[in-house]
């Protein structure tokens, strides 16, 4: 396995294809994380259900394959993306399983634990939800997202009306075995927000319901704010969880803090042949705390624990930046925390340029423009290699007055996760080809700005035994 651009301190397989997180809880003080996996190569097939777990939501252990296809079941092609839940005191898996690739055919099947998720038994009764609705012309049918009200089970699930957009299925049930199709809880415009909604989550939060959908055929991560009752979500406030189109498939959990806490899957952004030689693909993202802003913008914001995971360090005050580059002294990294605040000054643009080689043959810039309001990633230059994207993404981002920019990153191998102003989310993979794009440059053009302060840390692994 080529260990180049492996994450140190993100969650990833030990080895060939990890996607979706497809089970989160938090049981008996551990943090429990099901995963789409192919343990027999590092391409999307024949998904299994890998598992890790962990007792401070950082350093993890990676458990046996908690679920595998059964051959001639109705899981014998995937088992796919599902949700955990405690029935009686019983943790349960609730999952998509395929029969076939064709994207109509799935159904969801069920799985227990009796020994606190170190093994798990699927239902005799499976599939205990066949196929979808009769009446509707859908795109597809997967997903679930299962909670309960009083004593009856509801499921949200993933899908799609031709003609109008992605949606979101509502079922109920009694026992988790008999489901009662509903309605649907929302149906989405499919000129803004996809013909497809993906992996449905729906919960409450801070006082509102929240409902993220992975939508296609952008295949990006969208979230919707509002009220949810009388089995129909009225959403207030809309918009996108990840602007670097690399985060995806998100799940959640409530934990014992009364947190929720939010991962997702970081796709790869090299070719298919890239990550076969590799041997491994995909990792999740840093895990994320919600919360609500006044006006119902949803904001994810790194977990406290992940403060745990630094290092050495370095702190630089107040500096003038001019037309060009200043390099940061000392700092050269793969495995990184950056917390930067800049004043932009009279500056057109400024920034950092991270992941970069002494002459700048490679290097990823991100730069805030304040005349178009902006902030980009550019990739152009993140890498000499072949087959991975190299690109330029942007946001929208007005600072308010007297508002310095703010950007937190985590660089990690080949994981670039950044949250700006305390408010935006962005996401990225960038696969440097030479040894030393290790760099970090502060910049400005266009005029002046003022580098007020900046920390940066070197990660540590988070691997370690698991102590039961």
């Known amino acids: 396995m080529d260990l180049r651009h492996r994450p140190r301190y993100h969650l990833a397989s030990l080895a060939n294809f990890m996607n979706d997180p497809t089970g989160l809880l938090h049981w008996k003080g551990h943090y429990h994380l099901l995963y789409q996996h192919n343990p027999h190569g590092a391409v999307s097939a024949y998904k299994h259900k890998g598992h890790a777990v962990s007792d401070d939501l950082v350093h993890w252990v990676h458990l046996p394959v908690a679920l595998a296809p059964t051959p001639g079941g109705p899981d014998q092609e995937h088992c796919a993306t599902g949700c955990l839940v405690e029935d009686a005191g019983v943790p349960t898996l609730v999952y998509s399983a395929f029969a076939s690739l064709d994207p109509l055919q799935e159904s969801v099947c069920l799985a ?3 020994d606190d998720l170190l093994t798990w038994q699927k239902d005799a009764r499976n599939p205990v939800l066949a196929g979808p609705p009769a009446g509707l012309d859908l795109t ?17 699930l993933g899908s799609g009306i031709r003609g109008l957009g992605g949606a979101v299925l509502l079922y109920r049930s009694a026992d988790l075995v008999q489901w009662e199709y509903l309605q649907p809880a929302l149906v ?4 803004e927000a996809g013909t497809m909604w993906e992996c449905p989550n729906l919960f409450g939060l801070d006082g509102r319901h929240v409902l993220i959908v992975s939508s296609l055929p952008a295949r990006r991560c969208l979230y919707f704010t509002g009220t949810y009752r009388d089995l129909q979500f009225v959403p207030e406030a809309k918009g996108v969880v990840d602007w670097g189109g690399c985060f995806y498939a998100p799940q959640t959990l409530l934990d014992a803090q009364g947190r929720r806490i939010m991962f997702g899957w970081l796709q790869e952004a090299r070719g298919a042949e890239a990550q076969e030689r590799a041997g491994w693909s995909g990792m999740m993202s840093l895990p994320q705390v919600l919360s609500l802003e006044p006006g119902g913008e949803l904001v994810a914001r790194p977990a406290p624990e992940v403060e745990a995971l630094r290092g050495a360090h370095l702190g630089f005050g107040s500096v003038a930046l001019g037309e060009g580059l200043w390099e940061l002294p000392g700092v ?4 990184l925390e950056i917390v930067a605040r800049f004043d932009p000054g009279s500056a057109a643009e400024l920034g950092l340029r991270l992941r970069r080689s002494p002459g700048g043959e490679e290097e990823t810039v991100i730069g805030f423009s304040r005349q178009s309001g902006t902030l980009a990633v550019d990739r152009r230059r993140s890498s000499l290699g072949p087959s991975v994207a190299l690109d330029v993404r942007e946001m929208p981002l007005t600072l308010r007055p007297g508002e310095p920019l703010e950007l937190r990153i985590f660089l990690d191998g080949s994981a670039l996760e950044m949250y700006v102003n305390r408010r935006h989310y962005w996401a990225a ?21 003022r580098l007020l302060a900046l920390d940066v840390w070197e990660m540590e692994s988070i691997w370690r035994p698991f102590v039961a």
């Open 429 to 449: 993979r960038i696969y440097p080809s030479r040894d030393d794009a290790l760099g970090v440059a502060a910049y400005a053009a266009g005029g002046t700005a």
């Open 112 to 114: 227990r634990s009796y």
């Open 188 to 191: 989405g415009d499919g000129r």
């Open 140 to 156: 597809g049918f997967r997903d679930p997202c299962v909670w309960k009200e009083g004593a009856t089970w509801y499921m949200a």
């Open 332 to 335: 050269r990294g793969e495995a």
